[in-house]
């Protein structure tokens, strides 16, 4: 079984700030680890993706994580937070293609952004 | 906009009524998912579609909701005798087999 836990359920930082989001997953089988973000009312956006390829992943509006399999971690940072940055962020895991690719998420972190 | 769009965006109904969703996937994906989202979780699948093969379903998935995708295209996502717990946002996906999953904006239920 596949599970994902996001530490904080709330993280505020300061405009210009680093934004450090965790996430730590458990996987019976090598894991593809995804990052969405999610605005008020909307679905869910791809940040990023690990699919077994680089650890190091760059994603979109300057987030990157990085897959540390000794630490079953995969965490998010941005150099520096911008006001735009404040959502809600989940980190999934799933199988790849094995049992259809579903995603398993984690409870989700509310970033804020302090001007 | 090629992307998965998702129609009612809110619905509102009494207790004990049916509902419907309906999901367009985006046109060259084969596979489809639901999920549903509570106020402050993640989201959880709920099931999925390869084509118009329904593969997989949670166990959340209890009798009184159904999913079709008749022809491999759109689905819909049938909830009867509604229940207050029923309450949330049901996201619809769509990828290619080992790809990525594009959401649509989910459709927000609120059972009074």
């Known amino acids: 079984a596949q599970s994902v836990t996001q530490l904080g359920s709330h993280v505020s930082v300061s405009e210009g700030a680093l934004v450090l989001l965790r996430c730590n997953y458990s996987?019976?089988?090598?894991?593809?680890l995804f990052w969405y973000v999610q605005y008020p009312n909307q679905g869910l956006q791809l940040l990023l993706k690990y699919t077994s390829a680089a650890t190091l992943v760059k994603g979109i509006n300057g987030f990157e994580a990085e897959f540390k399999k000794s630490e079953t971690s995969f965490h998010l940072t941005k150099p520096s937070a911008h006001m735009s940055d404040a959502a809600e962020y989940f980190c999934a895991v799933s199988n790849g293609n094995n049992q259809g690719g579903k995603l398993i998420f984690g409870q989700g972190t509310e970033l804020s952004v302090k001007p | 906009d090629t992307g998965v769009s998702q129609d009612p965006r809110h619905k509102i109904t009494k207790r004990g009524q049916n509902v419907t969703f309906r999901c367009d996937p985006i046109?060259?994906?084969?596979?489809l998912y639901w999920y549903r989202q509570t106020l402050g979780q993640g989201p959880e699948f709920l099931t999925y579609f390869q084509n118009e093969a329904q593969l997989e379903k949670s166990r959340l998935l209890s009798d009184r909701f159904s999913a079709e995708r008749p022809k491999g295209s759109f689905s819909t996502l049938e909830i009867q005798r509604t229940e207050q717990g029923d309450s949330a946002m049901y996201l619809c996906?769509?990828?290619?087999?080992?790809?990525?999953?594009?959401f649509g904006p989910g459709t927000r239920l609120t059972v009074l």
């Open positions: 996987s019976s089988v090598p894991p593809y």
């Open positions: 996906a769509s990828s290619r087999p080992g790809d990525e999953q594009f």
């Open positions: 046109s060259e994906h084969n596979r």
